[in-house]
């Protein structure tokens, strides 16, 4: 005869399944009625058919929530969820103790953290020690897995405090990725050299400069190095993510100093490049020195007029002529990329007179009055300029010259100084009425037969006579 036991509330007892349907499970475990339970006291969350969980012939461990007992029969009702609980607490107890990862799922928020269970138990997570980028998602973390550590355990029966942290997690996770950003920044480096051209994204700006980001390395672009062209911000150069190809200027230890401009052609290149030697061009006068004016052909692009090149005329005064911010037309007589040079020439658009003159001294030339000064009759040949000095306009003194030539009268004069190269031509009536005289008298001399008998007086007299 079996010994039958008689179990009472909250007996922990174990039996062996011997029967299992969709929803409850009947224990045998030697006493005078079954055991069962139903699959709510099964587990949390209740299985949705013990069939696939449990099977015949498995040892079960469970509490006896009650005895039932209704005419002369008997009903044993069973729980596993104490028993499971308290291995809950003591997997929690552990991973406490061990400092082991549990994995809980978020279960609700509120202002200062979040709700999690794990195994049907709660734990809190403050926010304070959860990663910072996952606090702005609490809303979408509810209902997900979260692995954590448990930072403090104390079953204390009216109050249980159990928290849960992330800190060591994300720590050691922020840690492992530095190292690998450490690793790989360091990889990338080795492989970058001074004078690379690389391609790289704007990351940020400081006041006077932009980084530009590579994979893993970032250089700084300094404002200077973005163009040849002054910038007063460099955020009106560069956006944020914008794509540049940059030339790495210097590399000392983990820095990269960068060049944007080392790429370019400098204003002096591209304007020499788009330009030729012979070539008209128009600019502004910025400058004005002792030997010519600089004149702006483009932004940053200069080249000088010197005062040699500004007219034919040596004695044109370009100084006096020339004024800041007046427009010139000149040609580019040579270029210098490398010195940023550039050399301009007005004159050469310009018609020489003395090129084709052809003039000797002693020449006789008819000239046109142009007017009469102080210092001489001004006249004009074949477009050229001259002078007859007021000593050289007349061999009377007593002639007053500026009734004697009027403006657009033709003289003959004879040439007494010409210089093609500093544009002087001198002549003279006075030198040539004097020749003119002196053929006269030669000529006198040669018509007498007999010169012998013939007096100074006797020469000059019949010389009047024939004058008058």
Known sequence: ???????????????????????????????????????????????????????????????????VEEDHTSSILL????????????NLEKAFNEKTQIETTVKSFNEKGLVLTFEGIELFLPFSLLDFELKDKKEELVGTNLVVLVEEFKMDRKRPKLIATRKPIFEAKR???????????????????????????????????????????????????????????????????????????????????????????TPYEAFIKAHK?????????????????????????????????????????????????????????????????????????????????????????TVRVESVEKDGVHVSYQSVDGLIPTNEAHNNPKVNIEDHYQKG???????????????VLILSVKRLLNAQERQEFEKYLGDSEDTENITLGDLFSDLNKKNK
């Open 175 to 265: 840690a492992e990725e530095q190292q690998l950003r450490q690793e790989q920044r360091q990889e990338e480096l080795e492989t970058i050299q001074t004078g690379d051209v690389v391609e790289g994204t704007v990351e940020s700006f400081e006041a006077h400069a932009a980084f530009i980001r590579f994979q893993h390395v970032s250089g700084m672009l300094r404002i200077s190095q973005v163009s040849h062209h002054r910038i007063e911000k460099i955020e009106d150069a560069l956006t944020i993510g914008e794509n540049v190809k940059v030339k790495v200027i210097k590399k000392e230890g983990n820095r990269l100093d960068l060049s944007m401009k080392a790429l370019l052609p």
């Open 277 to 365: 030697v012979g070539q008209t061009v128009k600019g502004k006068v910025v400058s004005k020195l002792p030997f010519g004016v600089l004149v702006e052909l483009e932004q940053d692009v200069k080249g000088l007029l010197h005062k040699s090149e500004y007219s034919w005329n040596p004695k044109d005064n370009f100084d006096s002529y020339i004024k800041i911010g007046d427009e010139i037309e000149a040609a580019i007589l040579n270029m210098d990329a490398k010195k940023e040079r550039i050399a301009l020439s007005k004159k050469v658009l310009e018609d020489n007179p003395w090129a084709k003159l052809s003039l000797r001294q002693g020449e006789d030339i």
């Open 79 to 90: 729980s596993r969820l104490p028993l499971l609980h308290e291995k809950h607490i003591e």
């Open 1 to 67: 005869m079996n010994d039958f036991i008689f179990p009472k509330k909250g007996q922990v007892i174990e039996g062996e399944v011997f029967q299992v349907k969709k929803n409850l499970v009947l224990l045998s475990f030697n006493a005078a009625t079954e055991g069962t339970i139903y699959a709510e006291y099964f587990d949390q969350p209740a299985p949705a058919d013990l069939r696939k969980v449990v099977k015949v012939g498995d040892k079960v461990r469970a509490k006896v929530v009650k005895v």
């Open 409 to 423: 009268d033709e003289v003959l004069a004879r040439v007494i100084e010409v210089n093609k190269a500093n544009w």
